[in-house]
């Protein structure tokens, strides 16, 4: 079975703060993904990244980066956390290949408060 | 970019049949994904459809139209452990994974 972990179920964190959220996953996934989740606003893309080193931006990037050093580790950093990012945050990960049913494996969530 | 519409909320009988749709207008198309996610927990995989027809798996099924930019999922003999939200996804064509998420229907089953 894939696993997908994230270091903290929950995290509370100040204004202006940098903030480090990990991700790791074992089952040798080319590609992963950090989202946030909110009421009414469904799952949207912050950033995924398809190889070590790449990244590529999702729909909502701002006051957002990330790194990918290694394979199974994706961060997600908030550069100056403010009010607005608190969310629940969700990672993912996927085989790149052979394209077709390669679905996505899902952390159980980091529930981040910015107080 | 992609645009993903799905009812935000239904209720079915327990031992019923529930549809839940979902529709999308995207700049590209290579494959739709469904998700169940309970409450409080990661969504999980339930079903893919890349090309026209119907997929079944169980007591789920899930149909899609590309011409018609449409897909639903089909759940049969419901369950009370089927109460849950469901998530449609869409992936982009091109050599990227990325994968657009619909806001989900929260789906209630009630005895």
């Known amino acids: 079975d894939v696993k997908v972990t994230q270091s903290s179920r929950y995290l509370v964190k100040r204004t202006g703060e940098k903030v480090f959220l990990e991700c790791v996953q074992d089952?040798?996934?080319?590609?992963m993904f950090w989202y946030r989740q909110d009421p009414g606003l469904g799952l949207r893309l912050i950033y995924f990244?398809?190889?070590?080193?790449?990244?590529e931006k999702g729909d909502i990037p701002e006051g957002y980066s990330v790194s990918r050093e290694k394979k199974e580790r994706f961060s997600l950093i908030l550069e100056s956390a403010s009010t607005n990012q608190t969310s629940m945050y969700l990672c993912a990960s996927s085989l790149s290949a052979p394209v077709g049913n390669q679905p996505q494996h899902f952390g159980d969530g980091t529930r981040l408060s910015i107080l | 970019g992609q645009n993903i519409d799905q009812p935000t909320e239904m209720t079915a009988t327990e031992g019923a049949i529930v549809q839940i749709n979902c529709t999308y207008q995207t700049s590209g198309f290579n494959g739709l994904f469904w998700y169940q996610q309970h409450a409080g927990e990661a969504p999980t995989f339930l079903s893919y459809n890349v090309l026209d027809g119907l997929e079944e798996k169980g007591r789920f099924s899930s149909f899609l139209s590309r011409s018609k930019g449409y897909s639903y999922l089909l759940l049969k003999e419901l369950q009370m452990k089927d109460s849950a939200s469901y998530l449609c996804?869409?992936?982009?064509?091109?050599?990227?994974?990325?994968?657009?998420f619909g806001t989900g229907t929260k789906l209630q089953v009630i005895p």
């Open positions: 990244s398809y190889d070590v080193k790449m990244k």
């Open positions: 089952m040798d996934h080319e590609n």
């Open positions: 996804a869409v992936r982009e064509g091109g050599g990227y994974q990325k994968v657009t």
